[in-house]
């Protein structure tokens, strides 16, 4: 997109910045069982808890965005996590047209690994994920997840691995002109989360725990004009050795691709399946 669309489109937003400290948590409302307080180190978190009884919990930012780099340092579930999903997404809302850009990590049961579903709705048109298996225990310690939104291309990325690239193409569907807003949860996927739902929760490892610290956001917000451009996530694009990161997932741990689904798609794969 031009930068004078970019321009029409933002004409509602305005810039936001904010750094991995204790004030993030004050950009959140709150829903569920969720707690605040201080890890080792003396950074502030925010856990999210989960049990029969207080059923789902979250946080969701105050603002809205449009386009933008959002982070944050996570620690999941340990132990048997298995039908627990845990979230780090952006969403236009819950309408059939929405925009949604999710990172959302489908518990385990113990052993086996954590699968990381990533995912892009636009105009209520979804079903574009790629999974891949965490190469890691996202339990033992805290972890840097990413998401890098702008009018060219969506970017997700763990700690410094990019491992996916959702290219916009002029025909087709891409979110870029809804504002989002930001959430993190914690629920119950027991239908779906793991095994394709074969192993629900078992309530007896309750209450499962995650944590999250350390939020950063660099992007559009609405309230004014929106001065961004100069802004590197707004034309981030991936360079030879990112791709070359992003193969390196692909090839070791990816674990689904919708493009490879034809089941799923008996009347052929979404466009962007057969392009570049």
């Known amino acids: 997109m031009a930068w004078r669309s970019l321009a029409m489109l933002a004409a509602a937003?305005?810039?936001?910045?904010?750094?991995?400290?204790?004030s993030w948590l004050r950009e959140f409302t709150t829903d569920?069982?969720?707690?605040?307080?201080?890890d080792a180190s003396g950074q502030r978190v925010m856990m999210l808890n989960l049990d029969r009884s207080s059923g789902p919990a979250g946080f969701n930012s105050k603002e809205q965005f449009l386009y933008g780099e959002f982070s944050i340092e996570m620690k999941l579930i340990?132990?048997?996590?298995?039908?627990?999903v845990s979230c780090f997404y952006l969403s236009s809302?819950?309408?059939?047209?929405?925009d949604e850009i999710d990172m959302e990590f489908m518990g385990?049961?113990?052993?086996?690994?954590?699968?990381?579903?990533?995912?892009v709705w636009a105009n209520g048109d979804g079903k574009k994920e790629h999974q891949f298996d965490l190469w890691f225990d996202p339990s033992a310690d805290y972890h840097t997840y990413t998401i890098i939104w702008n009018p060219t291309n969506i970017l997700f990325k763990v700690d410094n691995?990019?491992?996916r690239s959702f290219k916009r193409y002029a025909d087709l569907a891409y979110p870029s002109s809804k504002p989002m807003t930001l959430h993190a949860t914690l629920w119950d996927g027991s239908?779906?989360?793991?095994?394709?739902?074969?192993?629900?929760?078992?309530w007896n490892n309750a209450p499962f725990v995650v944590s999250y610290r350390s939020f950063y956001a660099n992007a559009c917000v609405t309230g004014g004009a929106c001065h961004s451009g100069r802004d590197g996530w707004m034309s981030r694009r991936l360079d030879a050795a990112e791709w070359?990161?992003?193969?390196?997932?692909?090839?070791?741990?990816m674990r689904y691709n919708y493009c490879t689904d034809a089941w799923r798609f008996p009347n052929g794969l979404p466009a962007e399946c057969s392009r570049k």
């Open 93 to 98: 809302g819950t309408d059939d047209w929405r």
């Open 244 to 253: 070359g990161t992003v193969r390196w997932a692909e090839r070791n741990y």
């Open 13 to 22: 937003l305005t810039l936001l910045q904010v750094a991995s400290a204790g």
């Open 108 to 119: 385990n049961s113990s052993g086996q690994p954590v699968v990381l579903n990533t995912n």
């Open 78 to 84: 340990p132990g048997n996590s298995a039908g627990t």
């Open 191 to 202: 239908y779906w989360a793991t095994e394709k739902g074969r192993i629900p929760i078992d």
């Open 161 to 163: 691995v990019f491992i």
């Open 32 to 38: 569920g069982t969720v707690r605040t307080g201080n």
